[in-house]
Nanobody
Framework: QVQLVESGGGLVQAGGSLRLSCAAS????????MGWFRQAPGKEREFVGR????????SYADSVKGRFTISRDNAKNTVYLHMDVLKPEDTAVYYC????????????????WGQGTQVTVSS
């Protein structure tokens, strides 16, 4: 079992930055691809980005590409989502998730999820 806990969310003005953290316990994250997803009120959960097991490969949704960066520190069993130039449409609950599969953006492929952290971007 992998337990994931997100932190770092909050209220920020448009154009600002936040860094989310996802700390794992129970197992090493080094064997898992990690993804970030978000869900806004009344909308489906959507893919934000993912990172490979060793951090060598990342992929992002078009809506965040160039503004968001995912990184990981396997020694600390932690994954990060750095968000720049935040927009009001980025407001959502952000979740990290772990998958044993390669290169997947599908929530159904992620077996472990955190509880989420709220990000609110004011205009």
């Amino acid at each position: 079992q992998v337990q994931l806990v997100e932190s770092g969310g909050g209220l920020v003005q448009a154009g600002g930055s936040l860094r989310l953290s996802c700390a794992a316990s129970g197992r090493s994250l080094s064997n898992y691809g990690m993804g970030w997803f978000r869900q806004a009120p009344g909308k489906e959960r959507e893919f934000v980005g993912r990172i490979s097991t060793r951090g060598g490969t990342t992929s992002y949704a078009d809506s965040v590409k160039g503004r968001f960066t995912i990184s990981r520190d396997n020694a600390k069993n932690t994954v990060y989502l750095h968000m720049d130039v935040l927009k009001p449409e980025d407001t959502a609950v952000y979740y990290c998730a772990a998958t044993p599969f390669m290169n997947t953006n599908q929530p159904r492929d992620y077996g472990y999820w955190g509880q989420g952290t709220q990000v609110t971007v004011s205009s």
